[in-house]
């Protein structure tokens, strides 16, 4: 299993400011992922974030909105730009190693409100 | 291209009775199975996996699920739930090849009273 540390956990920004979100894991991991879950809803993920290059976003996410950057095997940042009470949500890292007969492990999720 | 059902979005039910959650999915592809809980203010975590092999799989907290290929589904249960059982699930499925996507369902509210 992995230990995975996300800062902050909680925040609660103005609208058109900038939020950055870290994972942090405690060992080298294949994939990372982040999630949104927006209030009452189920996750939706937003990118896949790729060591070394740029990230692969799914339908709906943008770069612009949402770059992504991991630089190395355990670390990767979520920023949500521009913020509006629309992004007000959860946002959640995940991880998994390349070997398929296992899960998806998920930090503790940052708790972002927009006012 | 798959998608996840969870049929109900909120379940009440007494301490001590039990428990079914209930999950179905579709895909094209061979798919691997997971049911997943958040407790309040937390992240997820596992509760079992459905891979491959035996349709009964068992969890953790004394969670289990019965893989039905024919129904594809894959309902949780519990024979008898506890107050601490509260919490928000959910069902998840990933293609057993290809991209590691996982792709939820809506989540169903256990609601454990006393």
């Known amino acids: 299993s992995a230990v995975i540390s996300q800062k902050p956990s909680r925040d609660i920004c103005q609208r058109g400011t900038s939020l950055t979100i870290q994972c942090q894991v405690d060992?080298?991991?294949?994939?990372m992922f982040w999630y949104r879950q927006q209030p009452g809803q189920s996750l939706t993920l937003i990118a896949t974030?790729?060591?070394?290059?740029?990230?692969?976003?799914e339908s709906g996410f943008v770069i612009d909105k949402f770059p992504i950057s991991r630089p190395n095997l355990t670390f990767s940042t979520l920023t949500v730009s521009n913020m509006s009470p629309e992004d007000s949500s959860i946002y959640l890292c995940?991880?998994?190693?390349?070997?398929?007969?296992?899960?998806?492990?998920f930090g503790q999720g940052t708790r972002l409100t927009v006012v | 291209a798959q998608s996840v059902t969870q049929l109900d979005s909120q379940v009440p039910v007494f301490e001590e009775a039990p428990v079914e959650l209930r999950c179905n999915y579709s895909?094209?592809?061979?798919?691997?199975l997971f049911w997943y809980v958040q407790y309040p203010n937390q992240g997820l975590q596992l509760l079992l996996k459905?891979?491959?092999?035996?349709?009964l799989v068992k969890g953790i907290n004394g969670f289990e699920d019965e893989f039905n290929k024919s129904q594809t589904s894959f309902h949780l249960r519990k024979p008898s739930v506890h107050i601490s059982d509260t919490a928000e699930y959910f069902c998840?499925?990933?293609?057993?090849?290809?991209?590691?996507?996982?792709?939820f369902g809506t989540g169903t509210r256990l609601k454990v009273l006393a």
């Open positions: 895909s094209s592809v061979s798919v691997y």
């Open positions: 974030a790729n060591q070394g290059s740029e990230a692969t976003y």
């Open positions: 060992s080298q991991v294949t994939m």
């Open positions: 459905y891979l491959s092999g035996s349709t």
């Open positions: 998840a499925v990933s293609g057993t090849s290809g991209t590691y996507k996982y792709i």
């Open positions: 995940s991880v998994e190693w390349v070997r398929r007969n296992t899960e998806a492990f």
